[in-house]
């Protein structure tokens, strides 16, 4: 399915960069103040729009291969919080952590993992429009795993749409891809992990991230 959806992505995208590209010859070639101009801006907006979609498309349907080895969950987790930090504080958001010391080493692919925790930060920072709290606890559990929750204090998410959150191209956000929960589930169960979401309108959401210690069982 992966494979069919990439050529599909693929044959879709390349007659669209040649319209994109005689729209433009076209809107170059109309004089300035004409009302065609401005319809061939709205035309090239919309196929802008289109590829940046099947770029999506085609980035969920070919996942990267992963370089697994042993890693601290604090590698990628530190280096996201610490790369956000910043960008929050100028949210007015306060960016509480608690990450236990000495968890059990993980095995898989850091930089991966590191994408799925930006994707949680950026989507919580998201709906905190007005400021508010993130936080970032992480701690061993007994069998073996590792629990992250990402808890923020924004504007929640709606019974309705959280049934929805993880099928691909969903969004509540206007210039959201609807990509980024896809990616992080698919990313977190081919390391034999779970994801999953709770959530309350008007006072917040928790996303929380189990996965399997190295020295565990899979």
């Not at 994109?20 to 076209?26: D, E, L, P, R, W």
């Not at 109309?30 to 101009?37: A, F, I, K, M, Q």
């Not at 910043?86 to 991966?112: F, M, N, V, W, Y």
């Not at 959280?162 to 390391?191: C, W, Y």
């Amino acid at each position: 399915m992966g494979e069919l959806s990439a050529h599909l992505a693929h044959e879709v995208r390349n007659p669209l960069t040649g319209i994109s590209s005689a729209i433009q010859v076209m809107q170059t070639e109309t004089p300035e103040g004409s009302p065609r101009r401005e319809i061939l801006g709205q035309v090239l907006e919309q196929l802008n729009r289109m590829e940046q979609t099947m770029g999506n498309f085609l980035r969920f349907a070919r996942m990267p291969e992963a370089v697994v080895r042993p890693f601290d969950l604090h590698e990628p987790l530190e280096r996201v919080l610490d790369l956000i930090e910043a960008r929050l504080s100028t949210q007015h958001i306060e960016l509480k952590r608690d990450i236990a010391k000495g968890l059990p080493r993980l095995r898989g692919d850091p930089g991966q993992i590191e994408q799925v925790f930006l994707n949680l930060l950026i989507n919580a920072s998201h709906a905190m429009a007005h400021g508010g709290t993130l936080s970032v606890v992480a701690h061993a559990e007994p069998g073996g795993t590792l629990l992250v929750e990402v808890r923020d204090t924004g504007k929640g998410i709606s019974s309705t749409d959280l049934e929805h959150v993880f099928r691909p191209f969903f969004t509540t956000r206007e210039n959201g891809s609807g990509l980024g929960l896809p990616l992080s589930r698919q990313i977190i169960m081919a390391h034999n992990g779970d994801i999953w979401i709770e959530s309350v309108p008007d006072r917040g959401t928790s996303v929380y991230v189990r996965l399997p210690a190295a020295t565990a069982e899979v």
